[in-house]
């Protein structure tokens, strides 16, 4: 089965190339996006994605690097959005676990790079933590900037308000947390989930699905058969569906 991640990082992780890419593909993970949090990581990631067939990109800042975003820096984040492999503007969004930066710091970022990908005809990856409420209501404000779709990366809100996002167009990515023993509130996103809407992802080097472990994106056979799990459905036709909206959502992904 050719597999995909569709969310991880390798800039300033650790990982040992060209080993760990030569173990990912043998794992049948044929294509993974790489997600930008920093401008300097999202410019790694460019030059790895234009070494590495298979491997894309995102461009963009994270939400508790707000701080330091400016207009400068969003001009150097356009000039990425135009790079072939560049498939998204992210991952951009809200978090609320930790008391900085603030809420109104984080939304400015946020909104200055949703237009940005509206701008450049690009869909959006998007980091959403503790944060519901703002976070559709944003989304639900920003709608026709949001054109080209978004992904609520690793999503965490809950199936009960999973329809709402949806509504709005969004597409819902899952990780390892999916195998965790006591991840029900994830268990049920994942059986709530449209099937022309979800994605596999890692979020590596976090959330492995082996406790303890530094996650590659090489795990994701061993995801998709628990979201196949979970969904009571043929793990190959699944994997086929999620490569099938991957391409639909990411429109520069072969």
Not at 29 to 42: K, Q
Request: glycine fraction near 6%; charge should be negative.
């Amino acid at each position: 089965m050719s597999y995909l991640d569709i969310h991880c990082h390798f800039a300033d992780e650790g990982y040992d190339f060209p080993k760990a890419w030569e173990k990912i593909r043998a794992a049948g993970v044929e294509r993974v996006v790489l997600a930008g949090d920093t401008l300097a990581h999202s410019l790694w990631h460019k030059d790895f994605a234009a070494a590495h067939a298979g491997a894309y990109f995102t461009a963009g800042v994270h939400p508790s690097e707000a701080a330091d975003f400016t207009e400068e820096m969003l001009s150097a984040l356009r000039a990425l959005c135009r790079e072939e492999r560049c498939v998204a503007v992210g991952e951009i969004g809200l978090d609320y676990h930790w008391d900085t930066p603030s809420g109104e710091v984080q939304k400015r970022a946020f909104l200055r790079q949703i237009e940005l990908a509206d701008e450049m005809g690009l869909p959006v990856q998007i980091h959403s933590r503790d944060c519901a409420a703002d976070m559709l209501a944003i989304l639900t404000e920003m709608r026709s900037h949001l054109k080209c779709g978004f992904l609520m990366h690793c999503y965490s809100h809950g199936a009960q308000m999973l329809p709402q996002f949806a509504a709005l167009g969004a597409y819902f990515s899952f990780g390892g947390v999916a195998c965790f023993k006591n991840a029900k509130a994830v268990w049920e996103s994942v059986r709530a989930c449209p099937p022309e809407r979800i994605l596999s992802e890692t979020d590596s080097p976090y959330l492995s699905p082996v406790r303890g472990e530094k996650n590659t994106p090489a795990n994701i056979p061993v995801i998709v058969r628990r979201l196949a799990e979970l969904r009571g459905e043929d793990e190959e036709t699944l994997q086929e569906t999620i490569l099938n909206n991957a391409k639909r959502l990411f429109a520069r992904m072969r």
